[in-house]
């Protein structure tokens, strides 16, 4: 998660830029993989993800 944490923050940021003052923020335990598959058959490395991210205002005072 840390290599996509960029990426995931800036999807974040352009979702609730309208919606809200301050930006969410996304730490790396609050990011759920919820399906995975190669896009180029079982000999490629390009990988489609499907993410579940729970963005939060504040500090994160509790873990899953």
Same mark, same amino acid.
């Given at each position: 998660?840390?290599?996509?944490?960029?990426?995931?923050? *800036?999807?974040?940021?352009? /979702? &609730? #830029?309208?919606?809200?003052? #301050?930006?969410?923020?996304? &730490?790396? /335990?609050?990011? *759920?993989?919820? #399906?995975?598959?190669? +896009?180029?058959?079982?000999?490629?490395?390009?990988?489609?993800?499907?993410?579940? +991210?729970?963005?939060?205002?504040?500090?994160?005072?509790?873990?899953?």
């Amino acid at each position: 998660m840390n290599f996509l944490n960029p990426y995931i923050k *800036d999807a974040v940021q352009d /979702y &609730y #830029e309208h919606l809200m003052r #301050e930006s969410p923020h996304v &730490y790396p /335990y609050f990011v *759920d993989v919820i #399906e995975s598959h190669r +896009v180029n058959g079982f000999r490629g490395f390009i990988l489609s993800l499907t993410l579940d +991210v729970t963005p939060v205002v504040g500090p994160s005072y509790f873990c899953r």
